[in-house]
């Protein structure tokens, strides 16, 4: 048999032997040897596994803070995205509005220009103003 054979069934029995002797300890509610080195063992592994749980759960708690963060933060880069694309949308619109106020204002002022100019083609003398107010005051 070679020494791996050998460290291995030695291995083995110790395990197979420390199954009965848990079992039989668990069975009677009391530790039969070592008592004091396995109950300070069992805080040892304790703490460790605290350690281990606490550490689990504060990475996960902080990967669920990070995730959320990421997604709000996308949230928010479609929003200003959004925001950006209205706002020029708004920009054009106004300087449209302007564009059309501007022509609105010039052809009614032309088209008052325009009554101007006819009023004074058309604009009566002075002899045809007296001749006009002294027919209205007759009557006729």
């Not at 291995?11 to 032997?17: D, K, M, Q, R, S």
């Not at 304790?46 to 990967?63: E, K, P, T, W």
Request: glycine share 4%; proline share 1%.
């Amino acid at each position: 048999m070679t020494h791996i054979g050998v460290v291995f069934l030695l291995c083995a029995g110790l395990f197979i032997i420390s199954l009965f002797l848990v079992r039989y300890e668990e069975q009677h509610g009391k530790r039969l040897f070592l008592s004091t080195f396995r109950f300070w063992l069992d805080r040892q592994c304790d703490v460790v596994v605290y350690r281990i749980q606490h550490f689990i759960h504060h990475s996960l708690r902080l990967s669920w803070y990070y995730s959320l963060h990421s997604s709000l933060r996308a949230c928010m880069g479609v929003l200003v995205a959004s925001y950006d694309f209205l706002e020029r949308i708004f920009t054009e619109n106004r300087r449209r509005a302007r564009l059309l106020r501007l022509k609105y204002s010039e052809a009614s002022r032309s088209h008052l220009r325009a009554i101007e100019e006819h009023k004074k083609t058309t604009a009566l003398s002075p002899g045809e103003k007296k001749k006009l107010k002294s027919k209205s005051l007759r009557g006729n």
